[in-house]
């Protein structure tokens, strides 16, 4: 392995590093030698050190005194039992990632990281239906890689997200109206329990696990690689064409009550080529009061989305913005491409923390939505810090979700095909580096009320586990008393000391909380 860490780091920041390092055990000096030859320990101060451990958001950020960055499973197996065997938290960051954003990651303190950034091998199968992917890919590598066989299949709508951690919470994405979730398309995993064994996880091997990781993924071990259903594009009937129309109102009780009525309409019946992405934020462009930005997705030309998007036009939108082209195109039209806004947002507000409130539904409550954007009118208007907030309204085509066995998986919420989520973005770090608490509780005031009015008005609601706040109750997360129970036995069977507790832990016991 190679010692990135080098003398620098240790004169420098060796006493930092080592205060507790040194209570215990050398890293360097301890896990080095049992890693592979290009495999890196990158400590806190290390000049990689800010890319390695860097968040996208940084409320709840997890502290990270050490990045192991893998180079395969055996890497993965050395850093898991060094971390056991010296009693020392461990968390999983993902290639392009570290998106996961949960009150609990922040309670991962002088951790390891074990990356999977090198983790990023896609071959396809000689059959074409699958292709066997590292754990580290993010959306735009699969997507850019099969792109390129003319091949696609289910990743987050989002390029710079992880395909694997979002597939482990089930996971939603523009072909989910075609394919099911991002977790459906799994075949099989490789993965790393706590204690160190290597398994591999299908519907004929470990099929009680296959089950848990497909919704409750983050909490029995470390995926290395998976075995991923794949998909022809179907260039001959135009399946390769997709377009795109965004509409922009003045966020007014009105216009939301008006828009929001015309999309629940849209929901009858909703094609699997439909999707669409609706906001509600300041766009200086357009004043200092927020607007709608409403996005419509289809999977054809756009003379035939326009046949689907009258309502929005009727209603006299203050600007319209078209755009066709193929499917790697479309992140790239809602700013959520890897260059985009929606994947730097830490470039807008440095050290800036971002809090959503997810409640999940399957049919819209419009007076509860207006009610909902009136508070968030107020939040982001009334406190500048809040003004670069955002809310979302997602509205997912379920054809291809719910035709699958909801028992077939621990994801709990197909029939949900709306995710609406207010997301309070502000400097969550002071200058010092130490966390804003105060506009913390603002967030958590105006959000909590959203999220309040937003679940009450629904029939009913969950919360998506990867938007999750981590202030959820687990049956909003996890579902039904049936599943949490099998989730908790999956628990004591395969990771009973807990070590994977990070991310929407499921407690053991029966009293409902982490026993982190
Ligand atoms: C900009 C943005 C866009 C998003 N877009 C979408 C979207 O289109 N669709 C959607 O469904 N969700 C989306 N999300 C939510 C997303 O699913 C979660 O944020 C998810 O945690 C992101 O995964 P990551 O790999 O990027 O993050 P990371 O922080 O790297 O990983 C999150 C957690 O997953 C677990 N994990 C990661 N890798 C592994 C592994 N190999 N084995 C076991 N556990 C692992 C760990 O517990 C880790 O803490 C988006 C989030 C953001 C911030």
Redesign the pocket.
Known sequence: MRFLIATLSFCVFGANASWFWSEKTNIVEDLGPALSKDARIILRGDELYAEAAKR?QWWAAPDVAAVVDVKNEEDVRHTILYAKKHDIPF????G??????IAS?GTAKNAIQIW?KSLNHISISPSGNSATMG?GV?GKRVTDTLWAAKKQTVT???E???L???A??????LLQGYHGL?SDQILSLR?VLANGTAITVSETEHKDLFWGMRGA??NF????ELEYKIYDVDVANGKDVWSLEAFVWPATRENTKKVYAAAKKSMNGQSPSYFSYGLVLIMPDFGPEPVILHHVVWNGPLTALKSHTQAFHDLDPISVTEEEGTYPDVPRWMQ?DQAGM??N?DRFVPGGGILRFPVDMPDLNVEALAEAVDVFREATTSIKELGASFMMIEQYATNGVTKIDPNNSAFALRSHLLLLAPAFFYPALQQDGTPNTALDDVAFKYGGKIRKILADGAKAHGA?V??ANGDESLEEIYGESWRIEKLKNLKRSYDPENR?G??APIPMGDNGHSEL
């Open positions: 996208w968390i999983v960051k993902s392009g990632g570290g998106h996961g954003s990651l999977t754990a993010n987050g709508m989002c710079c997200v992880g694997t951690a979002v482990l919470g089930g996971g939603h994405g991002l993965m993924g983050h071990g470390m995926v290395t959520v929606v994947c947002a998506y990867n938007y994977f990070f991310y």
